[in-house]
Each structure stands twice: as structure tokens, then as C-alpha cells.
């Protein structure tokens, strides 16, 4: 423990018989810190860790003195800190590149000349297999076999590898398939809310902090840990020991008041807080949320909306440690003790939740008794919807964006059925995500309304594909043990997997005779799921309007067959008695939802699916792994690869070079996601990636997702801004319009080619390249491969008018200079075409925040100086920057050591 305790704080704490050393918040603030009793919560959970781990170099006195004036400046003089997360927690898509990453810097370190052993995680880790399942098959009682099955013969290869990192590594553990999702997890077990570690001989106690490689690790707040989101680099620094720099953020307080109203759902709720924080802007600051709402809240619902952070822009949605907290850790099987030192540390640190309302730096209000039935789409989780407004904006939908207002009620036949489809029609009804499958009270309704419905003669439209992936195997206990399993497999929803679906893109492809109609046809067809993203191409390929709901909500569409149906006033079908039926006959009321909960979730579900979880089932177990400190790299694998990031590394930096001429690869609008700079769903036949597969003997039926071969550059860097929604602007039709999908002209030859080979026939001339975009660039989830894909194109900058925070963070972890344009510019309003090239003076001189100066030349040979700034915010930073990235700062240090 590093800590120069220069505020006196280190003491001790008893609990039961056991004596923990910790850092006394209010200790400190006597000796020297002054008064915090009114910083938020979170706040204070940064402060312990400051204190914890003073250094006098990452963490120095005037960064701790810094959180006591936060309460002056409320976060807007942008000092930077560092911060050291107790653990880090992955899920595989992004866990098998991060373990890639590892076992190449073992394979650098023993190149130059340094123990390979020395690569380990020195926080623990977790990594949950929860994002290679996919719903192939659905519908019947096989499907989860099923699946499974397809699963372990798919990602072997991957499996493999992550059991020889299981048994390499220290301090790594693996959560095999089939368990959950990690953040179900996470929050049903992994989590602890006080962490506890052994160091030199004494028990520390110390608030549970984590970053995650998925950004929906804020999840975990709704018990008090504070934790984000972060791309895989990062999280591999804070593995391997770095502190991540931050700056100490503005904290945005919402005040919660009230109860939910008959009829309303914590998905109802967290839609509207989406809606609302993403109105007020709070990308990059903390919010916590207090209140004598939360009185009324269950764990469970906490957890959703803190799940939801990504969505609303937030660093985290932080819920302080409670009573509700307490209850919640005895009720999923916690170590009893681990739960009185919880109590006792947090009251004792001023860290549970009172009355007393902390200091913010701004705040806004809900009363949960404003909630109503909503919705999110069709393409942004932030723009919800009344439920009795769904058919109603899918119709203007049609018009103002699609073009389709002609033809709104088109049908077409589909082969070899006894039905058509059309516009609106809903082809995908899933319940899945982490965002609400950690919570009982809407599953249990969804099964409620299942059992209504069927008692009522109501069945599934023929035309919906139907599943339920819970987040954890306790969710089928306890719809198992209240019966409600049987109704929900009665309409479809049968169980498919455990693990992240349909929100990720992982929802299989429709039957093949829905999916050759709706591209015959050119039809405009909807999917309800309870996730947390529904971006444009992100669900399937064939779905383009994808709308976020409650599980009952999900089920009431599979019944209804339409987004077009408006379920506040049209039946919702015809009964076995022919009389129509509403959705207000079938829905369950809170009281008998809370009752069945009440009754069916146990603690003794809990313990008896957590009480072996690292062991796996039988497949997991059959897999022989070699051991080794280096793993041995098959050249023939088109899974795992060792990628080129260490090639001809030294043990000194080279300070990068300025950026001379560059080509432009891409002109892109505002809110270019994540999802549409990485590979991720499936992977065409006609696609660089396609093609590299091909060649290499897989066959198109094996192709996989892009998701499940992360761990080959090869793939991925091909499936880079490959996305069949993205519009670069610099390709268009002959009328005028962009063209869809992952193209780009090559200049000066003029010629249209996917990016991937423009890249390449650049990097074959000699060229180096950047891009330029608009607001909010890389919003969504914390993807490394948009970043690591970015830079293996060549890519040297980014200009954007913002950036999301994870991906901003990203770009320079792999080497990548971001600049924004100043305010009021874009690369619109400069009238840049991509026929430019584009030079950096001074790249090795940058320091934070300053203007840089880009030298644009145009196509007929003038030239032009822009002024942008650099958003490079910390020295840590500037530090990555000059290192090549973070992997090779850490590499070098660990490799001195």
C-alpha cells in the first residue's frame, strides 16, 4: 500500500472478530482536509482512493486538497487525478482481445530480454463468457441445447485460449458460458460493495471500485460500487497496475420523489431518465441520485437505471449504500460477514445514504409518479416514446425518414406460409440485456401477462421471433418456480441462452423465407427487445426500426404482431371467446407482481448457482488447453492471432513522427457510434473480412460474428467502418445521396473501394491518413476494436466537433491524435470534400488541451491553416501518445522493473 498518509487518515476498524485497516474519511478531514460531509457520495468514494493510494507522484497532496474544493468549484477547473479501481471486471468480446493483448506483451517482454511473467494482472480480474451465444434457435424447449452446442463449436478456438489465460495468469478468473451476463453477475455476486485484499501481512478494507471492458459496467452502481465503462486498453493498464487518469468530474444530482404508478415499470422509469439526463448533458459527469424516492425503489430497479448510464452520456449513475443495499447483499447469498462490514464501514465513512442532501453541480428532478408506459426508437435509447404514441411516430417515421409514406400499409406474401408481412410488422420480440433481466418485478410481469394472455385464447404472430435470455440461470429458478416459465414458453419465449442477445446484434438471423420478403420487398419491419441499444443496424440487418421496452411490454407486441397496433386503444387480439381483448385485461397489477416475487426469489437460488460458478458445465470442462508462461500462437487459427502492435519495439520510445500530407478515409455526420467504426454482428461473404475468411478455407455457414473473432487483427481490421448503415459522406449516388456502408473514394485516382482496401493501397504508396467528423463521435459502447481497427488502417488523427468520453480515451491508448474543431466549425462549413491531404507540425511537442494547427491543402493546390484543439487532457496521456499507446508505456515499465 503506497499511501504517504499525509492527512493522518490510516486507522483501523473492527467488525465482528476481525480488524480491518482502512483510510478514515473523517480522520482526514480533521487533520487538514477540511469539511466533505457535504461532497456527493461518489465524490467520496474518489477521496478514499486518493488518500489510499498517495505517492507523491501519480497521486500527490494537492490532488486530494483538490477534492476538497470541488465543493467551491463543483468540478469546473478540470484537475486531473488518478484513479485505482479495486478490480476490473470483462466480458469475452471484449476479454479475449484485452487476454490477446497480454500474451503478446509477454511474447514483447521475453523479446526484450524481460521476465514474460512479469505481464500479470496485479488487480484481480473477472471475465464472463456472456456474448457469444446467439439465437439460432428459438421457439421450443430444444433451443438452449441447441444453442449451447452451436456456441462451443463456434468459438473453441476462443475457449480454449481463455482457459490457457485462466490457468497463466494469477489473479484471473474466468466465468464460464452459460452462467450470465457479466453485469447480472456482477451484481448478483461479484460485486461486494466494501472490497477487502490482504497487503503485507494486514486486511484492508476499502470501497468495491471496478472498471469494465463493457460500458454498461455502471450497473453495478445500483449497490454503491462506483464503476464505469472503459475500452479494453484502459482496462489492460488497470490490470497490469496503471492508475487511470481522470478528471474530477462535475457531479449532476437527480432527485427522485414519489412511487411508480399502477401500471408503470422501472424499464418505464429508466427510459425517462435517459430522455431526461440526455436532454440536460452529461457526457463525462457523474450522476447520483438521492431522494425519498429511492425509499420506494428496489435494488433491482437501482440497478437498471445506473445500467442505463451509457445511454444518458454519464460516466456512471451512482446509488449510495443503503438499508435497501443491506437487504438486497443477505437476500442473493453474501458472505454474512462481508455484509456487517459493509453497514459499518460505510456508516462509519459517510458513505451511507441520510437525509442530508450533498452539494451538486446541478440538479433536476422525477416524480416516479410522472412515470408512464414507454418506449425508446426506433433508433436511440434516448428517444422515448408514449406507449399510446408508438404508432404514431413509426408512421411519421415512415414518412420523414424512410420515404415510404405512399405505401405505409404495404403486405407482401412470404413463402410457404399462410401469412404476409409488412411495414411495422414486428419480426424480433426479446427479452433480454442486462438492463432488465437483473430485475424480478418486470420479468415476473412479463410472465404474468404471459399467463393472462394465454388463459385468454391470445398466441404469438407467426411472423415474431421470440426469446427470452435471461441475464442469470437464478431468473429460470425463480420463473420455474412461480409456474410463469410455462406460459412464456407457451407463446415462444422459450429459453435461448444466458447471456447478452439481441442487444448486441447477437440475435440470429430471421427465418429465411421473413428475411427474403423483407429485402424482396424493401419493408421497413420493427423489433421490441428489453435491452439498452437499439442504434440502426445494430439488432439484425433486416430490422431498421428497433424499439427498447419493458419484458411485459415485449410480450404484449409479440401479441400484437405491430408497432402500427396502438395498445392503449386497439385490441391486442381476439379471445378463444371472440371477444376482443385489451392490453388493460391482461396486464398484472404492482400489487400481485410484488406478491409473486415476494414468494418465488429465494436466497437459496442464489447460493446454489453461485456456490461453483468458475466450474463450468460439461463442455467447458472437455476443453484441453496447454499450459506455458507464452502462449503458443497457431498461425493457422482464424480466431486468435498475435497482433502486430510490439513489432520492432525498443526499450526507448520513438517520439512520433508529424503528420505529412495526409489522405482523408472518411467524412462523417454527427453521432457516428461505436457500433459504426467496429466490426461487430455478422460478417458478408462480399466484404474484405468475407474475403479473408474465405481464402482462408472458412466457409460462409462458419463465418461467425466479428464479436467472436476479436482476437484476430486480421478480421477485424477489415470489418473496420464496415457497417452496412455508416454514410461516408465523401460517396455518393448519382441523384446526389450517400451511399450506405463501409465505402470511400481513393484519391487522386477517384475510384470507389471498401475502406479496408483504400487503406491498404494508401499504406502501399506511402500514405498516412485522418478522418473527419462531427458531434459526438464514438458514442455507444466502449469498443477497443474502433479504436485498435482505427490505427492498424493507418489512421493517425481523428478531427471531430466532440468526442465521446471512452472512445476519445481509446483513440490515444492505440496511438491515435484526437482533435476537435473549435466551436461553431465543422468540416462541413469549411467545404472539405475528402479530396484534401491534411499535415500536423510538432506532433512529439503536444501538451493537453493546447491548439494545434492543421496545414489543409486543397485539390487544386491552395492551402490553408485550422486551428483545432487537441483533446489530449492529461499528462498520462500526452505520456500513451508518445509511448506509441498505453500497452507500450506499460510494457516498457513493467520490462525495466
Not at 48 to 67: C, F, P, Q, S, Y
Amino acid at each position: 500500500m503506497p499511501s504517504l498518509n499525509s492527512f493522518n487518515a490510516r486507522t483501523t476498524i473492527s467488525v465482528g472478530a476481525k480488524t480491518f485497516t482502512y483510510f478514515d474519511l473523517k480522520a482526514a478531514s480533521a487533520n487538514g482536509l477540511g469539511d466533505i460531509s457535504r461532497l456527493p457520495i461518489s465524490l467520496k468514494v474518489l477521496l478514499e482512493n486518493l488518500l489510499r493510494t498517495e505517492d507523491g507522484v501519480a497521486v500527490k497532496k494537492a490532488d486530494i486538497l483538490a477534492m476538497t474544493s470541488w465543493l467551491v468549484n463543483k468540478g469546473k477547473n478540470e484537475v486531473e487525478i488518478a484513479f485505482s479501481p479495486a478490480r476490473v471486471l470483462m466480458q469475452d468480446f471484449t476479454g479475449v482481445p484485452a487476454v490477446v493483448d497480454l500474451a503478446a506483451m509477454r511474447d514483447a517482454a521475453a523479446k526484450l530480454g524481460a521476465n514474460p511473467e512479469k505481464i500479470n494482472p496485479l488487480v484481480p480480474v473477472d471475465l464472463v463468457i456472456d456474448h457469444s451465444v446467439m439465437v439460432d434457435h428459438f421457439g421450443g424447449a430444444g433451443a438452449f441445447k441447441q444453442n449451447v452446442e452451436l456456441e462451443y463449436e463456434r468459438n473453441v478456438e476462443r475457449y480454449q485460449f481463455l482457459r490457457w489465460g485462466q490457468q497463466a495468469f494469477q489473479d484471473f478468473r474466468v466465468v464460464p458460458p452459460g452462467t450470465g451476463i457479466c453485469h447480472q453477475v456482477n451484481l448478483e455476486y461479484l460485486g461486494q460493495s466494501v472490497w477487502v485484499r490482504d497487503i503485507d501481512g494486514e486486511t484492508y478494507a476499502y470501497p468495491d471500485t471496478v472498471v469494465g471492458t463493457d460500458s454498461h459496467t455502471t450497473m453495478i452502481n445500483g449497490i454503491g460500487v462506483l464503476g464505469w465503462g472503459v475500452g479494453g486498453i484502459e482496462a489492460e493498464a488497470a490490470m497490469l497496475g496503471q492508475s487511470i487518469s481522470m478528471l474530477i468530474p462535475e457531479v449532476i444530482g437527480f432527485r427522485l420523489s414519489g412511487k411508480l404508478p399502477e401500471g408503470a415499470t422501472a424499464t418505464d422509469l429508466v427510459l425517462t431518465v435517459t430522455q431526461m439526463l440526455r436532454k440536460k448533458g452529461v457526457v463525462g459527469k457523474f450522476v447520483e441520485f438521492y431522494g425519498p424516492g429511492l425509499a420506494t425503489m428496489s435494488v433491482e430497479d437501482r440497478a437498471t437505471i445506473a445500467n442505463m448510464a451509457p445511454e444518458y452520456g454519464a460516466t456512471c449513475g451512482f446509488f449510495p449504500v443503503d438499508a435497501k443495499t443491506i437487504d438486497y447483499l443477505k437476500a442473493t447469498g453474501r458472505d454474512p460477514a462481508r455484509v456487517a462490514l459493509v453497514e459499518a464501514y460505510c456508516k462509519q465513512q459517510g458513505l451511507w445514504l441520510t437525509d442530508e442532501e450533498p452539494e451538486f453541480t446541478d440538479t433536476l428532478e422525477l416524480s416516479l409518479a410522472d412515470v408512464r408506459p414507454s418506449l425508446a426508437g426506433p433508433k436511440r435509447p434516448q428517444d422515448r416514446v408514449v406507449l399510446g404514441g408508438v404508432a404514431e411516430g413509426f408512421t411519421k417515421v415512415m414518412t420523414d425518414e424512410f420515404r415510404k409514406s405512399a405505401e405505409l400499409n404495404k403486405r407482401a406474401p412470404v413463402n410457404d406460409a399462410n401469412h404476409d408481412i409488412g411495414h411495422g410488422d414486428v419480426v424480433i420480440a426479446a427479452i433480454t440485456s442486462c438492463t432488465n433481466t437483473s430485475n424480478p418485478s418486470v420479468l415476473i410481469a412479463a410472465g404474468l401477462l404471459a399467463r393472462n394472455a394465454v388463459a385468454k385464447g391470445l398466441g404469438t404472430k407467426p411472423w415474431v421471433k421470440t426469446s427470452l435470455a435471461p441475464g442469470s440461470q437464478v431468473v429460470t429458478d425463480y420463473l420455474a418456480k412461480s409456474g410463469l416459465g410455462k406460459s412464456l414458453d407457451a407463446l415462444g419465449f422459450n429459453l435461448v441462452g444466458y447471456g447478452c442477445t439481441t442487444c448486441i446484434g447477437n440475435s440470429g438471423p430471421l427465418p429465411p423465407a421473413i428475411s427474403a420478403s423483407v429485402a424482396e420487398n424493401d419493408l421497413v419491419v420493427a423489433s421490441v427487445l428489453s435491452g439498452n441499444r437499439n442504434f440502426e443496424g445494430r439488432v439484425n440487418q433486416d430490422v431498421r426500426a428497433n424499439y427498447l421496452a419493458s419484458p411485459p411490454l415485449v410480450v404484449a407486441y409479440a401479441l400484437a404482431g405491430s408497432v402500427y397496433a396502438n395498445l392503449e386503444t386497439d385490441p391486442i387480439g381476439t379471445g378463444n371467446d371472440g371477444q376482443p381483448v385489451y392490453l388493460r385485461d391482461i396486464w398484472p397489477s404492482n400489487a400481485e407482481i410484488e406478491q409473486v416475487v415476494r414468494n418465488a426469489v429465494t436466497k437459496e437460488m442464489f447460493d446454489a448457482r453461485y456456490g461453483n460458478v468458475f466450474a463450468g458445465d460439461q463442455h467447458w470442462q472437455n476443453i484441453k488447453v496447454g499450459a506455458g508462461r507464452t502462449y503458443g500462437w497457431d498461425a493457422k487459427s482464424t480466431y486468435v492471432q498475435n497482433p502486430p502492435y510490439f513489432a520492432g519495439m525498443s526499450m526507448s520510445p520513438t517520439p512520433p513522427t508529424d503528420v505529412v500530407e495526409a489522405r482523408v478515409l472518411g467524412l462523417f455526420g454527427d453521432s457516428i457510434t461505436t457500433d459504426h467504426i467496429s466490426p461487430a454482428g455478422s460478417i458478408k461473404k462480399v466484404s474484405p473480412a468475407g474475403a479473408y475468411l474465405t481464402e482462408h478455407g472458412v466457409a460462409q455457414a462458419d463465418f461467425n460474428s466479428y464479436g467472436a473473432r476479436r482476437g484476430n487483427h486480421e478480421v477485424m481490421m477489415r470489418g473496420t467502418f464496415a457497417n452496412i448503415r455508416i454514410k461516408n459522406q465523401m460517396v455518393k449516388n448519382d441523384d446526389g445521396s450517400v451511399v450506405e456502408g463501409g465505402f470511400t473514394i481513393h484519391h487522386p485516382s477517384g475510384e470507389r473501394m471498401f475502406i479496408y482496401d483504400a487503406a491498404m493501397r494508401y499504406k502501399q504508396e506511402g500514405r498516412e491518413l485522418v478522418i473527419f467528423a462531427g458531434k459526438e463521435y464514438g458514442t455507444g459502447s466502449s469498443r477497443d476494436w474502433a479504436a485498435k481497427g482505427t490505427t492498424l488502417l493507418g489512421v493517425r488523427a481523428v478531427v471531430a466537433e466532440s468526442f465521446e468520453r471512452i472512445h476519445r480515451s481509446n483513440l490515444i491508448g492505440m496511438g491515435v491524435l484526437p482533435l476537435q474543431f473549435l466551436d461553431g466549425q465543422s468540416w462541413a462549413s469549411l467545404g472539405l470534400t475528402g479530396e484534401e491531404t491534411v499535415s500536423i507540425a510538432n506532433v512529439a511537442g503536444l501538451g493537453p488541451r493546447q491548439k494545434v494547427t492543421l496545414k489543409i491543402t486543397r485539390a487544386n493546390g491552395k492551402t490553408e491553416d485550422l486551428e483545432v484543439h487537441c483533446r489530449i487532457d492529461t499528462e498520462n496521456e500526452v505520456e500513451y501518445l508518445r509511448n506509441g499507446g498505453i500497452l507500450h508505456y506499460v510494457l516498457r515499465g513493467l520490462a525495466r522493473g
